[in-house]
């Protein structure tokens, strides 16, 4: 008897690699497995989209605070880089989908900047201001606004 | 074939060992990944529960050795711990089995040495709590 998905989680990873080590796949729990399967690819497309709101969030607030600009904040910028070249290296076929991340990151990025900077919602553009090359531009650090 | 896409392209590896699943084409399953992968999501859910038990040790430690800077923060860290515990056997009850003296000895040495990076004291060189302790003892600012 394998455990069962809902209620031990551990267990039933554990069985369901065991089953298909031993190539019983009669006995597999396809319908979750698919589900948790299925979700190992998104998730690489969830970390693209969470690194790509740092970066927007972190650009911000670089452009539009020049007073409080600090060596953390060129940091975080440049960690957000490394991390979506690594993500883009791991899996070259998202950069079919980088428009699609890029609106969806920036939306969060432009929010969280909101909060953070205490700034009015429309002095941020609704539409990310930086192209694709400049996100991932080392040496780009936009200018002050305006 | 598999195995390079695997090397490749994890995201696009994942999509299409789901869809040879739906389709029942097991006999084109890359499985020796598919099969680290799954246990993988079983290790994950281990080692989350151990990085709590890490955690709170970790601040049991400040907490003991450094009386006069104890905190809300602190406090919170050891509360937000146990609670995450609770989460992760409901999630999966069979983890209890690494609620043991054991899984002390194995986490100690990386909560002692983030404790030791934190405050540059010296701490016991063996785990000074038990799980009993670790999971219910009674941290308080007011005592």
């Not at chain 1, 394998?2 to 690699?17: E, G, H, V």
């Not at chain 1, 020049?66 to 883009?88: D, M, T, V, Y």
């Not at chain 1, 939306?107 to 930086?130: S, W």
């Amino acid at each position: 008897m394998t455990a069962a998905y809902q209620q031990d989680f551990y267990s039933w990873a554990y069985d369901q690699a065991q089953l298909l080590r031993e190539k019983k796949f009669d006995q597999v729990d396809w319908e979750h497995l698919i589900e948790e399967v299925e979700d190992l690819g998104r998730s690489e497309y969830r970390a693209l989209v969470s690194a790509l709101e740092q970066l927007t969030l972190h650009l911000l607030k670089w452009q539009y605070q020049q007073a409080l600009r600090s060596p953390s904040w060129r940091h975080s910028i440049n960690k957000q880089r490394i991390k979506i070249e690594r993500i883009l290296e791991d899996n070259p076929g998202l950069k079919n989908h980088l428009d699609e991340a890029i609106t969806q990151g920036y939306k969060y990025g432009r929010k969280g900047a909101i909060q953070e900077t205490f700034l009015e919602d429309k002095v941020f553009p609704m539409v990310c201001p930086y192209s694709w090359s400049e996100l991932i531009d080392d040496q780009f650090f936009p200018n002050s606004y305006p | 074939m598999m195995k390079t896409l695997y090397e490749q392209d994890y995201g696009r590896w994942a999509e299409e060992m789901a869809d040879l699943l739906a389709q029942g084409r097991f006999s084109e399953l890359d499985i020796e990944n598919l099969v680290e992968e799954v246990r993988d999501l079983s290790k994950r859910e281990r080692d989350r529960l151990l990085s709590s038990l890490r955690l709170i040790v970790h601040h049991l430690l400040k907490w003991d050795y450094q009386r006069d800077r104890r905190s809300r923060s602190w406090q919170g860290t050891i509360q937000r711990e146990r609670a995450n515990l609770n989460l992760y056997l409901q999630d999966s009850p069979s983890l209890k089995k690494y609620l043991v003296n054991e899984s002390l000895t194995k986490i100690y040495p990386t909560a002692q040495a983030d404790a030791f990076k934190e405050t540059g004291l010296e701490f016991p060189h063996t785990c000074p709590y038990n799980i009993d302790e670790v999971l219910n003892r009674v941290i308080s600012l007011e005592v």
